[in-house]
Each structure stands twice: as structure tokens, then as C-alpha cells.
């Protein structure tokens, strides 16, 4: 239940000053306690079979729940079996979670065995994160250590340090789970650290929901694009580069390519200029900008630089250390600063395909979605407090038009806001009041579901979050609108106002993909590589019935190519069906094909990615109609649309 807005296990006493609310197991609420319960069940299966194992943290996370375990020898499928069978008795058992609020000291001594747990106890509420999913063990609070007990005897069977809350029993945990995967896993991420076996698993309320779940992670294991961009030759990570930096093959340079220019000439055409920053920059940009101290651990070591010595080594001229950029912001601020601004400039609006860099652990590293070198389609605009609603409201019109052209339809927002504790938050009431509601009248004017979430906004401003589902029904977090008086207020930015006084102007954050990386990754998921004819890498392949009809489909290719349309023909040995195979494969969207009826006929053939066919569609119609369906954004060539043109 919820407490006065706070999560609870149902043992809580509540009295009539309290304010209660129910959490069904079927809620996002009730979804995560169960899981967190399963993984407990989990790690206390793991210690009856193996008592010398020991806990790092298992919270849970979207879709299932994982637990870190350092064990002499890594799990075996036959462990696994094992576990899941000593599981299935715990959750029979119906042992009772009971929560047990504890000091320091007495948790240091309960755990004394566990160093993890214990080094765990010594960044509570420290400055630095003490380790991905770690909130579910520790936090700024008291520490409690949660009792799985016999219902019967009243005897503790297991303890874990956790914050809770969980279901009332491990019966409550049901049929609904099951134990999926083995990975190798840092502790806290970082490969300086133990490497730890991490157990992963999924728990839903019924048996037949992890049937479905089940049958989604199929098909999503077959749209995984790190295993389409080897199948597809679109991207790689080579280990001479280095981890989490991704080099672009010609094929997904293409995809890129064309993603970026077609958003480059939305933005133009919607009153952005583009602007170009380096990667790099002196330490006193960031200094200002406030990230070498609310974002050390994500920026990379610096570099030293300018520094001078004498031939005996002494310094004779100090040096500078040198960042690769963690943000794009700081370098736009100082092309505003550049020179005085006036009202009548306002609002204005840069944008940049910048590459940034991000210091992240090795363990948290995860193909496109998740790197360490990545280029956002990054926006900045600068606006007085009156064009503030206005602009905002341009900018998540633009946002949800540009994203249905790459085929995503559905979408919801998140409004991020401040709560009631002042302390966390910079700024005036006036402020927050006043670009809150801002914020607000744009989302709700939008008619997408909102949700408002308070505590959750930046320090400094209210924040939009736009999300969308992709093909498998996953919710994937796009697009931030994040309002900012903070930066212009450390960079000391003005304009003149209509009445001669100066005043500061309002920052708004925007990226429209997120990174260009992560969103060529969910596009290659939504579409299990099968791109959209304008996207797509090779827009058609010729395929000669026979040798002799060669000179004919490269004609005919020409024509297309031309025209702009990318277009290559296999001129291979392979026998036709297997190149129709092949290409088929590789997702080309469509194949033409021409023999002797084609060239008499001066018309080609075309066989769709379903297998479907439509013949003899005269050369120069074929050209206009894929070319104009390339400009339309269109998804596909039909039949309808041949007759259409013929007609």
C-alpha cells in the first residue's frame, strides 16, 4: 500500500490521521514488489544450495529482476535447475517478509560475512552512487534488513539488507516466474571490481502472462540489434577502438545518414540554425556550467595540456586540463555570448549533431542503446518568459511530426516536477509555478496520456519526457523538453527587453532522437531491420532472370539512380532463387526482376519483401511512383498504388 504517498509493506500499522491507498500486484507498483520479492526468493535459494555465496544487490528491473552473487565457480544450467526447484519449495513455504529497522553498527555485524552488503552500508548516502539498483538496498534513510520467516515455527530462515517494500508471503510470489539467463557482471559496474555472476528472471501475477512475456522475449531475442547490425552490416564495435565506441558501416551509414539529413531539413525549415562545436574544451567551461561537480564521475579523465618546461623540467608556463564534452550546452551559451542580444532576436534556436562523451562503466555498456561516445540531435533555445508556452508548444508539435515520419504513432508524456521539499530545488516559487504550469498547459493541450510525477525534475526546472511504444509494445523514453534558468544564471547571459532593462533569458534543452545511436537502435528493433523504402539501406536490387538480361536491368537500374533511388543489381553466379533468397535476407524492400517478357515490354518486375509480386510495370512509371513514395516518407510500395499510377 501507499501511505501518505509512501510505499509500505501492508504490515504497517495505519490510523485515521494516515492517508492509504491500495497497490494491486498487477499495478507498476505491485509489478516491481513482486519482482523484488522473486529475486529475494532467488538469493535465498542460492545460499541453501551453496551457503558460501555471497550478495551483492538484486533489485528489480523492467520486465523481470536480477541478483549479483560471487560463487567459486560460475552457475551451471544444471545449478539453475537446481535453484529454480529450491525456489518453487520457498515459495511454498509461505514465509513472511518482516521488516526490521536497524543501526549501522548492528547491520555491520548481522553482515559482517557480506562484504558486498557491508561495502554497500559505507556509501549510504554518500555522494557517489553506490551502484546501479543499489536504491533498492541502501539509501539517505535508515537501513533495514528484511527477515524471510517460517509461518509456522516464527523462525528466520534468511535475512537481506533491503529497503523494501515486498509481498506479505512467498506464496504470494506464485507460478508467474521463471529464471532466464547467466551473465557475468562488475560489481558496481566497474571491471577494477570482482567480477560477480548475475542471475536474471522475470515474475509477473499469472502463470499466463509469463507465457506471453515469454513468447515477446522470443521475438524480441530475433530483433536484437546488436545481432541484426552484425546480420545487416551496419555497425560494430571493434575492441582496437575501445568499449562502447561504434564505428558505421557504409549500409548504416546510409540509415544515418539519411535520418540526419532529413532531420536536419525539418529543423531549418522550423527557424533552427545549425551550429558546430568541438569535442573538447578547457575545464573552466565546465567549472561554470556546474558538471566537473554534479557530473564528475560521468565525464572523462581530463587531458593536460599547453603546459611548458625549461630543460631542466621546471614549469615555465602552467598548463590547462582539457575535457571531451560531456554536453553540447556550455559551447552554445558561448556562441550566444558572442555578442549582445535584443528582445527582437528572441527566441533563438541552435541546433547541432554533436558527438558527446560519457565516462560509463564497462558493465553498464549495452551496443547502441548505452556508450561512451554517442551524437545527439542536440537543440538549444534561448526565450524570454513570455514566448516560453509558445515555444514549447512548437517544439513538441515539431518532436511528434518528426517522429511519425520514421513510423512511431503512439505516445505519452511525463511531466517532471518539483516536490514540496525546498531544500532540493534553486529557483523562486514564482518560477516553478509559473513554467510548471507552462509545461502543463502544453501537454495537456497536446491530447496525449499525461502523467505528472513530482520530485522528479531537474534541480533547476520542470522537465517533458516523451515516450512511445515500438512494435513489441515496449515503452521507450525519446525526446526531452527541459526548461533552464540555471545555466543562463552561471553564464550571466542577457538581452535587451522592449523597455531598455536587462534581463536574463530561458534555456530549453532539446533532443528530438535522445542520440541519433539509441534511436537507429529502436528503429532497427521496430522494425526487425526491414526499413522503410525511404530509409532503407539499398532501396532496390536488380535481379537478371538469366545472364543475358543483364545489360537490361542495369539500364533500367540507371534510370533509377537517376532519379536518386539507391539501386544495385546482382550480377553474382547464384541462380535466381537464390539470390532472391539472399536479398531477402538482408532485407532489401524491394526486388526487380526482368527477363525476356520484361525487355520486350520495356517494363520490370517487382517481388515484395511478403513474397508478393506485381509484373510488368512499365520503367518510367516504376521510377516516378518509388521516387515519389521515397519523398512521401511512405512505408511501402503496393499494388494499389501501381494501379493508381497506371490508371
Same mark, same amino acid.
Given at each position: 500500500?501507499?501511505?501518505?504517498?509512501?510505499?509500505?509493506?501492508?504490515?504497517?500499522?495505519?490510523?485515521?490521521?494516515?492517508?492509504?491507498?491500495?497497490?494491486?500486484?498487477?499495478?507498476?507498483?505491485?509489478?516491481?514488489?513482486?519482482?523484488?520479492?522473486?529475486?529475494? =526468493?532467488?538469493?535465498?535459494? =542460492?545460499?541453501? %544450495?551453496?551457503?558460501?555465496?555471497?550478495?551483492?544487490?538484486?533489485?528489480?528491473?523492467?520486465?523481470?529482476?536480477?541478483?549479483?552473487?560471487?560463487?567459486?565457480?560460475?552457475?551451471?544450467?544444471?545449478?539453475?535447475?537446481?535453484?529454480?526447484? &529450491?525456489?518453487?519449495?520457498?515459495?511454498?513455504?509461505?514465509?513472511?517478509?518482516?521488516?526490521?529497522?536497524? $543501526?549501522?553498527?548492528?547491520?555491520?555485524?548481522?553482515?559482517? @560475512?557480506?562484504?558486498?552488503?557491508?561495502?554497500?552500508? &559505507?556509501?549510504?548516502?554518500?555522494?557517489?552512487?553506490?551502484?546501479?539498483?543499489?536504491?533498492?538496498?541502501?539509501?539517505?534513510?535508515?537501513?533495514?534488513?528484511?527477515?524471510?520467516?517460517?509461518?509456522?515455527?516464527?523462525?528466520?530462515?534468511?535475512?537481506?539488507?533491503?529497503?523494501?517494500? #515486498?509481498?506479505?508471503?512467498?506464496?504470494?510470489?506464485?507460478?508467474?516466474?521463471?529464471?532466464?539467463?547467466?551473465?557475468?557482471?562488475?560489481?558496481? *559496474?566497474? &571491471?577494477?571490481?570482482?567480477?560477480?555472476?548475475?542471475?536474471?528472471?522475470?515474475?509477473?501475477?499469472?502463470?499466463?502472462?509469463?507465457?506471453?512475456?515469454?513468447?515477446?522475449?522470443?521475438?524480441?531475442?530475433?530483433?536484437?540489434?546488436?545481432?541484426?547490425?552484425?546480420?545487416?552490416?551496419?555497425?560494430?564495435?571493434?575492441?582496437?577502438? @575501445?568499449?562502447?565506441?561504434?564505428?558505421?558501416?557504409?549500409?548504416?551509414?546510409?540509415?544515418?545518414?539519411?535520418?540526419?539529413?532529413?532531420?536536419?531539413?525539418?529543423? /531549418?525549415?522550423?527557424?533552427?540554425?545549425?551550429?558546430?562545436?568541438?569535442?573538447?574544451?578547457?575545464?573552466?567551461?565546465?567549472?561554470?556550467?556546474?558538471?566537473?561537480?554534479?557530473?564528475?564521475?560521468?565525464?572523462?579523465?581530463?587531458?593536460?595540456?599547453?603546459?611548458?618546461?625549461?630543460?631542466?623540467?621546471?614549469?615555465?608556463?602552467?598548463?590547462?586540463?582539457?575535457?571531451?564534452?560531456?554536453?553540447?550546452?556550455?559551447?552554445? /551559451?558561448?556562441?550566444?555570448? +558572442?555578442?549582445?542580444?535584443?528582445?527582437?532576436?528572441?527566441?533563438?534556436?541552435?541546433?547541432?549533431?554533436?558527438?558527446?562523451?560519457?565516462?560509463?562503466?564497462?558493465?553498464?555498456? #549495452?551496443?547502441?542503446?548505452?556508450?561512451?561516445?554517442?551524437?545527439?540531435?542536440?537543440?538549444?533555445?534561448?526565450?524570454? #518568459?513570455?514566448?516560453?508556452?509558445? +515555444?514549447?508548444?512548437?517544439?513538441?508539435?515539431?518532436?511528434?511530426?518528426?517522429?511519425?515520419?520514421?513510423?512511431?504513432?503512439?505516445?505519452?508524456?511525463?511531466?517532471?516536477?518539483?516536490?514540496?521539499?525546498? $531544500?532540493?530545488?534553486? @529557483?523562486?516559487?514564482?518560477?516553478?509555478?509559473?513554467?510548471?504550469?507552462? %509545461?502543463?498547459?502544453?501537454?495537456?493541450? $497536446? *491530447?496525449?496520456?499525461?502523467?505528472?510525477?513530482? *520530485?522528479?525534475?531537474?534541480?533547476?526546472?520542470?522537465?517533458?519526457?516523451?515516450?512511445?511504444?515500438?512494435?513489441?509494445?515496449?515503452?521507450?523514453?525519446?525526446?526531452?523538453?527541459?526548461?533552464?534558468?540555471?545555466?543562463?544564471?552561471?553564464?550571466?547571459?542577457?538581452?535587451?527587453?522592449?523597455? @531598455? $532593462?536587462?534581463?536574463?533569458?530561458?534555456?530549453? #534543452?532539446?533532443?528530438?532522437?535522445?542520440?541519433i545511436e539509441r534511436f537507429f537502435a529502436i528503429l532497427l528493433e521496430h522494425y526487425a531491420g526491414d526499413f522503410p523504402l525511404w530509409l532503407a539501406p539499398v532501396q532496390i536490387m536488380g535481379v537478371p532472370v538469366a545472364e543475358e538480361y543483364a545489360d537490361y536491368v542495369d539500364d533500367a537500374a540507371a534510370r533509377f539512380r537517376a532519379a536518386g533511388v539507391r539501386v544495385e543489381v546482382d550480377h553474382s553466379a547464384d541462380r535466381m532463387p537464390k539470390k532472391i533468397r539472399t536479398h531477402t535476407t538482408q532485407k532489401v524492400p524491394l526486388l526487380m526482376i526482368a527477363g525476356e517478357q520484361d525487355r520486350s515490354a520495356g517494363t520490370v518486375s517487382f517481388r515484395f519483401r511478403d513474397g508478393s509480386q506485381l509484373n510488368g510495370v512499365p520503367i518510367a512509371e516504376a521510377v516516378d511512383l518509388v521516387s515519389g513514395l521515397i519523398d512521401e516518407k511512405r512505408l511501402v510500395l503496393s499494388d494499389a498504388d501501381v494501379e493508381t499510377e497506371s490508371a
Open positions: 500500500m501507499r501511505v501518505d504517498g509512501t510505499l509500505t509493506d501492508l504490515a504497517v500499522e495505519v490510523t485515521d490521521a494516515h492517508q492509504a491507498e491500495p497497490v494491486t500486484i498487477d499495478s507498476a507498483d505491485g509489478l516491481d514488489i513482486l519482482r523484488h520479492s522473486t529475486a529475494h =526468493v532467488l538469493a535465498q535459494a =542460492v545460499q541453501r %544450495l551453496n551457503p558460501g555465496a555471497k550478495l551483492g544487490i538484486g533489485p528489480f528491473i523492467t520486465d523481470g529482476f536480477y541478483y549479483d552473487f560471487q560463487v567459486a565457480d560460475p552457475f551451471t544450467p544444471e545449478d539453475l535447475k537446481a535453484i529454480k526447484k &529450491e525456489m518453487q519449495r520457498i515459495v511454498k513455504e509461505g514465509q513472511r517478509f518482516v521488516r526490521r529497522a536497524v $543501526s549501522d553498527d548492528e547491520a555491520r555485524t548481522e553482515l559482517a @560475512g557480506e562484504p558486498f552488503k557491508l561495502e554497500l552500508i &559505507e556509501l549510504k548516502g554518500g555522494k557517489k552512487e553506490a551502484a546501479e539498483g543499489a536504491s533498492v538496498e541502501v539509501g539517505a534513510g535508515e537501513l533495514t534488513i528484511y527477515d524471510n520467516v517460517d509461518p509456522k515455527s516464527g523462525e528466520t530462515r534468511w535475512g537481506d539488507l533491503c529497503r523494501g517494500p #515486498h509481498v506479505p508471503t512467498t506464496r504470494m510470489v506464485g507460478s508467474g516466474w521463471d529464471i532466464l539467463r547467466v551473465a557475468g557482471a562488475y560489481w558496481r *559496474g566497474s &571491471e577494477k571490481n570482482p567480477q560477480l555472476q548475475r542471475i536474471y528472471g522475470t515474475a509477473w501475477p499469472t502463470k499466463d502472462e509469463l507465457v506471453a512475456y515469454k513468447d515477446r522475449l522470443a521475438e524480441a531475442a530475433k530483433r536484437d540489434h546488436r545481432k541484426l547490425g552484425r546480420e545487416l552490416d551496419l555497425f560494430s564495435f571493434p575492441d582496437e577502438i @575501445g568499449s562502447g565506441l561504434s564505428v558505421w558501416h557504409p549500409k548504416g551509414g546510409i540509415v544515418r545518414g539519411e535520418m540526419e539529413q532529413h532531420a536536419r531539413r525539418a529543423h /531549418i525549415d522550423n527557424g533552427y540554425t545549425y551550429v558546430y562545436t568541438p569535442h573538447i574544451s578547457k575545464s573552466d567551461l565546465f567549472h561554470t556550467s556546474g558538471h566537473l561537480e554534479t557530473y564528475a564521475e560521468g565525464i572523462w579523465p581530463p587531458i593536460r595540456m599547453d603546459e611548458e618546461r625549461d630543460e631542466n623540467g621546471e614549469i615555465t608556463k602552467q598548463g590547462a586540463d582539457y575535457y571531451l564534452k560531456p554536453m553540447n550546452c556550455p559551447m552554445h /551559451i558561448m556562441i550566444y555570448k +558572442e555578442r549582445a542580444r535584443s528582445y527582437r532576436d528572441l527566441p533563438l534556436r541552435y541546433a547541432e549533431n554533436g558527438t558527446v562523451y560519457r565516462n560509463e562503466l564497462s558493465g553498464a555498456l #549495452h551496443g547502441l542503446t548505452r556508450v561512451r561516445g554517442f551524437t545527439q540531435d542536440d537543440s538549444h533555445l534561448f526565450v524570454t #518568459h513570455e514566448q516560453l508556452e509558445g +515555444e514549447v508548444t512548437k517544439v513538441l508539435e515539431f518532436i511528434i511530426a518528426m517522429l511519425r515520419d520514421f513510423g512511431l504513432d503512439q505516445f505519452e508524456l511525463e511531466l517532471s516536477m518539483r516536490d514540496d521539499e525546498k $531544500s532540493k530545488w534553486i @529557483g523562486s516559487d514564482e518560477f516553478w509555478e509559473y513554467s510548471t504550469n507552462a %509545461l502543463r498547459n502544453v501537454a495537456v493541450a $497536446s *491530447g496525449l496520456k499525461l502523467t505528472e510525477v513530482p *520530485g522528479e525534475a531537474a534541480f533547476y526546472g520542470p522537465k517533458i519526457d516523451l515516450k512511445t511504444r515500438d512494435a513489441l509494445g515496449r515503452v521507450w523514453q525519446l525526446s526531452t523538453v527541459q526548461v533552464d534558468p540555471n545555466l543562463p544564471e552561471r553564464f550571466e547571459l542577457e538581452y535587451t527587453a522592449a523597455d @531598455g $532593462s536587462r534581463q536574463r533569458p530561458i534555456m530549453i #534543452h532539446r533532443a528530438l532522437f535522445g542520440s
